[in-house]
T-cell receptor, first 117, second 114 residues
């Protein structure tokens, strides 16, 4: 069954520190895509970073990076040098590549990050 | 570049009324997705169009919900005889093509059914 689990409901950090958010997924597919989005206080959902399952190198975009551990079905999001404006809800999502042309994203329930001054 | 546009941003309907939600995908994107977000269920997939053709509606409630994409520049989600449990944020996303491409989300329509 397809499933994405984010076990951390909320995290609070002091700005300029590094935070890691966990995400584990379940899939029977050998090929899939993993995404992280953030939802701001206004409700806007913003794409941050993605990892394609066939790529061994961890993706990095700006101060976001991923810790992809395929044998553990795990895709952690690492934010370095956190800023107040990083406070948001972070969603992990998976899209499988199977026959049937489905493009749907399966989301975790999210982790609320609060960055304190 | 304009992102995904959704209108209205907020809609209040009475129980039993019809609600139509509009989505304009990013120009040049051929795939459009609809999702629903609630506190209890989180983000749930509803339906997906590619090149205006319906591809996957596995998440759509079988009754009262329908979606269309009459042209490449807009899609609609229609809910007939709205019920309080339909209250949610309805999100539209688009991607360049299909499965392998990143989806970009619109601001959502917050639907409240009284």
């Amino acid at each position: 069954a397809q499933k994405v689990t984010q076990t951390q409901t909320s995290i609070s950090v002091v700005e300029k520190t590094t935070v890691t958010m966990d995400c584990v997924y379940e899939t029977r597919d050998s090929s899939y895509f993993l995404f992280w989005y953030k939802q701001t206080a206004s409700g806007e959902i913003v794409f941050l970073i993605r990892q394609d399952s066939y790529k061994k190198e961890n993706a990095t975009v700006g101060h976001y990076s991923l810790n992809f551990q395929k044998p553990k079905s795990s895709i952690g999001l690492i934010i370095t040098a956190t800023q107040i404006e990083d406070s948001a809800v972070y969603f992990c999502a998976m899209r499988e590549v199977i026959t049937g042309n489905t493009g749907k994203l399966i989301f975790g329930l999210g982790t609320t990050l609060q960055v304190q001054p | 570049n304009a992102g995904v546009i959704q209108t209205p941003r907020h809609k209040v309907t009475g129980k039993g009324q019809e609600a139509t939600l509009w989505c304009e995908p990013i120009s040049g994107h051929s795939a459009v997705f609809w999702y629903r977000q609630t506190i209890v269920q989180g983000l749930e997939f509803l339906t997906y169009f590619r090149n205006q053709a319906p591809i996957d509606d596995s998440g759509m409630p079988k009754e009262r919900f329908s979606a269309q994409m009459p042209n490449q520049s807009h899609s609609t989600l229609k809910i007939q005889s709205t019920q309080p449990q339909d209250s949610a944020v309805y999100l539209c996303a688009s991607s360049l093509r299909g499965v392998q491409d990143t989806q970009y989300f619109g601001p959502g329509t917050r639907l409240l059914v009284l």
